[in-house]
């Protein structure tokens, strides 16, 4: 009786490790950064990003405004990289969890931004940072404030 549980166990597990695979593939929100070949920080928001459950590819483009217009973020509220996450545009170094709680709170916006490159963002990590906000971004352009840091 052993030897005929043995493989039918092991077909058991087999199906529960592939399906769990699955479902974990499928629970990882992706992330699509355009970002100029020659940026390091935008590598290390990637990293943060990835370190964060999330599912990153990333487009070396030599025109970064061209990509932030077209997906429709406003040049003003500008950093190094803009990226698309589901229907939602992200601007600069926003933290990770502030994109987590987008996805989950689901408003009708445009995204977020970081505007610029704060020292402290995920990616610009120093001994010396500065408060920054994350802010929601609408599709007309108007910004209120998601969170502070």
Same mark, same amino acid.
């Given at each position: 009786?052993?030897?005929?549980? @043995?493989?039918?166990?092991?077909?058991?597990?087999?199906? !529960? %490790? =592939? +399906? #769990?695979?699955? /479902?974990?593939?499928?629970? &990882?929100?992706?992330?699509?950064?355009?970002?100029?070949?020659?940026?390091?920080?935008?590598? @290390?928001?990637?990293?943060?990003?990835?370190?964060?459950? !999330? %599912? =990153? +590819? #990333?487009?070396? /483009?030599?025109?970064?405004? &061209?990509?932030?217009?077209?997906?429709?973020?406003?040049?003003?509220?500008?950093?190094?990289?803009?990226?698309?996450?589901?229907?939602?545009?992200?601007?600069?170094? =926003?933290?990770?969890?502030?994109?987590?709680?987008?996805?989950?709170?689901?408003?009708?916006?445009?995204?977020?931004?970081?505007?610029?490159?704060?020292?402290?963002?995920?990616?610009?990590?120093?001994?010396?940072?500065?408060?920054?906000?994350?802010?929601?971004?609408?599709?007309?352009?108007?910004?209120?404030?998601?969170?502070?840091?």
């Amino acid at each position: 009786m052993k030897s005929v549980l @043995k493989p039918h166990l092991r077909s058991l597990l087999l199906v !529960f %490790l =592939v +399906s #769990t695979g699955t /479902v974990w593939a499928q629970a &990882a929100t992706q992330v699509e950064v355009f970002k100029s070949p020659s940026c390091g920080c935008c590598g @290390k928001w990637i990293e943060h990003l990835q370190q964060n459950s !999330f %599912l =990153v +590819s #990333t487009h070396e /483009v030599n025109d970064v405004p &061209a990509a932030r217009k077209k997906l429709g973020m406003a040049d003003r509220l500008g950093s190094c990289h803009t990226a698309r996450v589901g229907d939602y545009v992200i601007e600069g170094h =926003v933290p990770a969890a502030d994109i987590q709680r987008l996805l989950k709170e689901k408003p009708k916006t445009l995204g977020l931004a970081v505007p610029s490159m704060p020292p402290g963002s995920p990616g610009m990590e120093t001994a010396n940072p500065v408060p920054y906000e994350t802010l929601l971004v609408q599709g007309d352009g108007s910004t209120r404030i998601f969170d502070k840091h």
